[in-house]
């Protein structure tokens, strides 16, 4: 899923611009959500994560300012992208002064509309060549961020494979071997029957055989003969 982070303290421009998403993705195959902010204020500040996202910042709100939000994001997550749309065009300047690597900077009131089509869709192009797999199920094409997967296991009923991120499962007919071949050296297996994101887990409970994922959720899918492998990816453990 595609999610799409919208700051402006100006209503009716939060409004215009998830228009412009929705008119965008519905021309796309990817699944996509719109999560709209009027301030950088703690909601927005909690949100913020190493999860791969599509930001659209105001420059300026009555709490923060978008450039340091942006130096936010970018301790957190490299791969989002970030598009600054503005009323501020003397800004520009200094945007370009900061390391925050911004795809796009537009200005309200000059060709706003057609700008910021143009960088949605350089934005998904972005995130199709460097992250994305793609899944056919019934017909429906999914593409799923890569970053998103928190782990893949085989489904015991049917023999098929689950691809879990945090906000769905996608299940599909390929089998682990086939999407472990597919994925990068990222992925390792965690099972037999499961393949996990190393970049995605948080925990290792050695103990009780038990990974925990950074969104929280665990699985016990960790057998004697990978474990030793994963321990270099325990967060706690090399802090």
Same mark, same amino acid.
Do not use: W
């Given at each position: 899923?595609i999610e799409f982070v919208?700051c402006?303290?100006?209503?009716e421009t939060?409004?215009k611009?998830s228009?412009i998403?929705t008119?965008?993705m519905?021309?796309?195959?990817? &699944?996509?959500?719109?999560?709209k902010y009027y301030?950088?204020?703690?909601?927005?500040?909690?949100?913020?994560?190493?999860? !791969?996202?599509?930001?659209i910042?105001d420059?300026e !709100?009555?709490s923060?300012?978008?450039i340091?939000?942006a130096r936010m994001?970018?301790k957190?997550?490299?791969?989002?992208i970030?598009i600054?749309?503005?009323?501020?065009?003397e800004?520009?300047?200094?945007?370009?002064?900061e390391? /925050?690597h911004f795809?796009s900077? /537009?200005?309200k009131?000059d060709?706003?509309?057609?700008?910021?089509e143009?960088?949605?869709n350089n934005?998904l192009?972005l995130?199709? !060549?460097k992250?994305?797999?793609s899944?056919e199920n019934?017909?429906?094409i999914?593409n799923?961020?890569?970053?998103?997967?928190?782990?893949?296991?085989?489904?015991k009923i !049917?023999?098929?494979?689950i691809?879990v991120t945090?906000?769905?499962?996608y299940y599909?007919?390929?089998?682990?071997?086939?999407?472990?071949n597919?994925l990068?050296?990222?992925f390792?297996?965690?099972?037999?029957?499961? /393949?996990?994101n190393?970049?995605?887990?948080?925990?290792?409970?050695?103990?009780?055989?038990?990974?925990?994922?950074?969104?929280e959720?665990?699985i016990?899918?960790?057998?004697?003969s990978?474990k030793?492998?994963?321990y270099k990816y325990?967060? &706690?453990?090399n802090?």
């Open positions: 899923m919208v402006d303290d100006n209503l939060v409004k611009v228009n998403i008119k965008v519905m021309k796309n195959n990817y &699944e996509y959500k719109i999560m301030d950088y204020d703690n909601d927005f500040l909690n949100l913020i994560s190493n999860a !791969t996202r599509i930001y910042l420059i !709100t009555p923060k300012s978008g340091d939000i994001i970018r957190k997550s490299l791969e989002s970030i600054f749309i503005t009323g501020h065009e800004l520009g300047p200094l945007l370009l002064r390391e /925050i795809l900077f /537009i200005n009131f060709n706003c509309e057609k700008r910021l143009n960088s949605i934005a192009e995130l199709k !060549t992250q994305v797999i899944i019934k017909s429906i999914y799923i961020l890569i970053s998103d997967i928190l782990y893949i296991v085989k489904d !049917t023999r098929n494979s691809i945090p906000n769905r499962k599909t007919k390929k089998c682990l071997h086939e999407l472990k597919i990068d050296d990222r390792l297996y965690s099972h037999r029957s499961c /393949i996990v190393t970049y995605r887990i948080h925990t290792i409970d050695k103990k009780n055989s038990i990974i925990i994922f950074d969104n959720e665990e016990s899918l960790l057998s004697k990978y030793k492998g994963l325990d967060v &706690e453990y802090i």
